[in-house]
């Protein structure tokens, strides 16, 4: 936990929770003796430091998907901010083109899409607007204040992220569960219906 100064005078502190990904003393060797530090945004913003190919492990990737074809998270904030009409959602919600690209390709229509960390609810929409089936968990009250409605708002055949793409009209249902207070046991229901729509 060190401040750093970037080369316009800006002082910068890792983001709350988090720390550098290097010590100071590691850092300043980087950016003054290895001249491997260079800061975003012409300057004013975070520093990322270069990595050559031979300290990489592991396989190069064999594409590249931009920004501007699948999305990024700021787009992606914008869209969740459209949804719920500017009230706070979540830091860093992903773009419906991103996740469209991953459930086309690892996916068939039908097909049964898992979101063990349902988040902001991005996956189950793509999914429902793609012909998937789909299971979302997650812990949070947000999946009352924001997955629900926002699947609700999916079936009711809302316009945002990819449904102009894919010629998204609405329909469709989904069940909403709560779980029991205690693991299955014969005679009694694991979970009981919140919501259906």
């Not at 709350?16 to 990904?21: E, Q």
């Not at 390709?105 to 349902?118: C, E, K, Q, R």
């Amino acid at each position: 936990m060190y401040k750093i100064i970037t080369p316009t005078g800006d002082e910068l502190y890792p983001p709350k929770g988090r720390c550098w990904g290097a010590t100071e003393a590691k850092f300043v060797h980087l950016r003054d003796v290895e001249k491997r530090v260079y800061f975003t945004k012409n300057g004013r913003g975070r520093p990322i430091i270069k990595k050559y190919k031979f300290e990489e492990s592991g396989l190069a990737p064999m594409t590249w998907w931009t920004a501007d074809e699948f999305g990024d998270n700021q787009q992606a904030k914008k869209e969740i901010i459209k949804l719920f009409n500017n009230e706070y959602v979540f830091d860093t919600p992903k773009p419906e083109k991103l996740i469209e690209r991953i459930l086309h390709i690892a996916t068939n229509p039908g097909d049964l899409v898992l979101d063990s960390f349902l988040g902001s609810g991005t996956t189950a929409a793509v999914a429902h607007k793609m012909g998937r089936r789909y299971i979302g968990i997650e812990i949070g009250e947000h999946v009352v204040t924001h997955c629900a409605p926002r699947l609700k708002k999916v079936i009711d055949g809302e316009q945002g992220g990819v449904s102009k793409a894919l010629g998204w009209k609405g329909g469709g249902g989904y069940r909403f569960y709560r779980l029991g207070q205690a693991v299955c046991d014969e005679g009694r229901p694991c979970t009981r219906p919140l919501d259906e729509n």
